[in-house]
C-alpha cells in the first residue's frame, strides 16, 4: 500500500473512531430544514486514553497533526480531559469515506438520484460539487442529475446538509419502471 494511501486510510480511521460516539447522518438530518449548518461536533476524552490511543504511535500523531493544520479537528485540554471538536471539513471528509466504503445495495430497481441546480453565481461550489461527486463514485446520468445503486441516500442528504446546500441539491430515492 502506497504512503498516501496508508495514511488516507489512518485518517478516516481516525475520524471514524472521533465520530463513533454520532450518528453522524443521523443527526445531521434530524435538524430543521433550512436551519444554519452544524458546523462541529464536540468529543470527550480522557487524557490518558487519548494519550493511549493516539499519543503512541508516530503516524499517528503525524496526522493529527494534519488534521489540525487542515482545519479539520481542534483539541484542547481541560483538566484531565480532552475535548476534540470535529468541524464540517473534517464530517464531510467521514461522509465520503463512509460513502466510498459503502457496499450495500439498494432494493433490486431502486436508484438513489442526486439533482442539483447551482445559480449562475456559484460556478466554484458547482465544481467542488461535481468534483465531489465523482470522487464517491456516482454516475453521471445528464447534465445535473447523477445515480447510484448503493445505499447511500442517508450520508448524501447529511454532506448536502453540513455543506448548507439544501437549497439547491436534492437527494431522492427512485424506483426504476
Excluded at 444554519?36 to 468529543?43: I, K, Q, S, V
Excluded at 463514485?137 to 447523477?146: A, D, N, P, V
Excluded at 455543506?163 to 441539491?169: H, S
Amino acid at each position: 500500500m502506497s504512503k498516501s494511501k496508508e495514511s488516507k486510510s489512518i485518517q478516516s480511521k481516525i475520524l471514524s473512531d472521533l465520530l463513533a460516539g454520532f450518528d453522524v447522518a443521523t443527526e445531521l438530518l434530524s435538524l430543521p430544514p433550512y436551519a444554519a449548518p452544524r458546523h462541529h461536533f464536540e468529543y470527550h476524552m480522557a487524557r490518558k486514553e487519548w494519550d493511549r490511543v493516539y499519543g503512541a504511535e508516530r503516524k499517528k500523531r503525524r496526522i493529527l497533526h494534519n488534521m489540525r493544520k487542515k482545519k479539520w479537528i481542534h483539541d484542547r485540554r481541560k483538566g484531565n480531559e480532552i475535548i476534540v471538536r470535529i468541524f464540517s471539513d473534517g464530517i464531510v471528509a467521514s461522509l465520503k469515506h463512509r460513502i466510498r466504503s459503502t457496499t450495500k445495495k439498494l432494493r433490486k430497481g431502486t436508484l438513489c438520484l442526486l439533482s442539483y441546480d447551482f445559480p449562475n453565481g456559484a460556478t466554484k461550489a458547482r465544481n467542488f460539487w461535481r468534483r465531489l461527486l465523482r470522487s464517491v463514485g456516482l454516475r453521471k446520468e445528464q447534465l445535473s442529475l447523477y445515480s447510484t445503486e448503493r445505499d447511500v441516500i442517508h450520508e448524501l442528504r447529511a454532506v448536502v446538509k453540513v455543506l448548507g446546500a439544501e437549497r439547491w441539491i436534492r437527494v431522492f430515492e427512485a424506483i426504476e419502471r
